[in-house]
């Protein structure tokens, strides 16, 4: 069984989710918010390595999917984005962890259809793929939603690895 960290990333909040993968079939485990305190970023970065180092801690999982940066409103506001991801990154690869990139399109796409989806189209559909009783908040279902697109990325690729017979089978030879 596959286990499935999913990392949404933020310098004010970062949000997680995990999800367990067997086969086509996927679980929810846990997911949340890392609300982060207001003060200078490296204390707020050492806030996310330790969060995100706690939850590998207790929920092991064998693979991480996180949301590349985009351009935000900012420039500077970018680069906060990117030194949250590296925290957040920088604890994953230090326990060995593969971690797999994808954009926000490439999640929405996944998880919605549509790359141009909005937050709560992707909440619904990531209630409804998991079957949760109720809609994850928004950073939480961004999260669930990078597992969910690592998932379904995975199960693409295992299924164009699968070894193929073409042409037609003519006294034991294929021809």
């Known amino acids: 069984m596959r286990i499935i960290l999913g990392i949404d990333?933020?310098?004010?909040?970062t949000g997680f989710g995990l999800i367990a993968c067997e086969g086509s079939q996927h679980t929810y485990i846990s997911s949340g918010v890392i609300r982060l305190p207001v003060g200078p970023l490296p204390a707020r970065l050492k806030v996310i390595f330790e969060c995100i180092s706690e939850i590998l801690e207790e929920h092991t999982p064998t693979e991480v999917a996180v949301e590349e940066v985009f351009m935000a409103k900012s420039a500077g506001s970018a680069l906060k984005l990117g030194q949250a991801r590296g925290a957040a990154v920088t604890a994953?690869?230090?326990?060995?962890l593969p971690v797999a990139e994808y954009t926000a399109r490439q999640i929405k796409q996944s998880v919605v259809g549509?790359?141009?989806a909005n937050k709560e189209q992707v909440q619904h559909m990531v209630k409804t793929l998991l079957k949760?009783?109720?809609?994850?908040q928004e950073d939480a279902a961004d999260a669930l939603a990078a597992a969910l697109c690592h998932a379904h990325s995975q199960q693409s690729l295992n299924k164009l690895n699968q070894p193929t017979v073409r042409g037609r089978m003519r006294r034991g030879r294929l021809s």
């Open 92 to 96: 994953c690869v230090s326990r060995g």
């Open 9 to 13: 990333p933020g310098s004010v909040k």
């Open 114 to 116: 549509t790359g141009a």
């Open 132 to 136: 949760l009783p109720a809609a994850p």
